[in-house]
């Protein structure tokens, strides 16, 4: 598989209001690539990725997707070309199946600049990722607990058959048998192909999955590595990542 640099950032700065939250952040995620955004509560981490998908109001900075400029597009010109969103809170349509969830986030196939085919995501092959979901096609999402509508929230955005998945906080509130299969999940969807942008601040479960990692504090990055480099520097994560 050929490096390609998929979303790139330069100078990205983010308001809510009048109060800057982030600071001429420059990072990037390559092809087939696990990438971590680290960092304590309110380090800036959601809003890094809300920002990246065009979800405020106020950013700044240069931000490219495939090579094309989407600093300020909405974020539907953002999902429409392969990026897909997992918010934290879920927001899965409770009234809505498992196979609705499913239908309302399909996309048309997609293919890589030099024409080979991108992962192609139907509700069979998602159902083999979350077995969990397979046994529950008809159930509403209201029904669901929350490490379950956490899947569906994945799985959705995956029927978009994105390039790449800005993950917020997928670890955040599940039970840990959840947390295991999430991390399995992102091992899988790298090795289709698929490269994730996640947000996190359990370092055991960044370790597992990510290749590299941003660490985040106070909306500016302080320490950029490969993941091994992270997990062995013990005074950086004294620093910004232990509570």
Not at 61 to 88: C, K, Q, W
Not at 131 to 155: D, I
Not at 201 to 230: C, P, T, W
Request: no cysteine; charged share 20%.
């Amino acid at each position: 598989m050929s490096t390609q640099t998929l979303l790139e950032a330069k100078g990205l700065a983010a308001w809510y209001g009048a109060a800057q939250i982030l600071f001429d952040l420059d990072l990037n995620v390559q092809r087939g690539e696990v990438v971590a955004l680290m960092g304590r509560n309110g380090a800036g981490k959601s809003t890094t990725l809300k920002a990246l998908m065009g979800m405020l109001d106020k950013r700044r900075g240069a931000i490219s997707f495939l090579g094309n400029d989407i600093s300020r597009t909405p974020p539907y010109h953002a999902a429409r070309m392969g990026l897909a969103f997992v918010p934290e809170d879920r927001r899965v349509f409770t009234d809505l199946t498992v196979m609705e969830n499913l239908a309302v986030g399909r996309q048309p196939v997609r293919s890589w600049n030099d024409g080979s085919a991108a992962p192609e995501w139907t509700p069979e092959r998602l159902f083999k990722l979350f077995p969990n979901l397979g046994e529950m096609p008809l159930r509403p999402g209201g029904r669901m607990s929350g490490g379950e509508q956490q899947m569906l929230t994945v799985a959705r955005a995956l029927m978009g058959n994105p390039y790449l998945v800005l993950l917020d906080e997928p670890s955040e509130g599940v039970a840990p048998v959840i947390v295991e299969q999430m991390a399995n999940m992102i091992i899988e969807l790298k090795q289709q192909g698929v490269s994730i942008l996640l947000s996190e601040q359990n370092m055991h479960f960044a370790e597992l999955v990510s290749d590299r990692a941003y660490v985040l504090e106070k909306g500016q990055i302080r320490y950029h590595a490969s993941m091994e480099a992270l997990a062995a520097n013990d005074e950086v994560r004294r620093a910004y990542l232990s509570v």
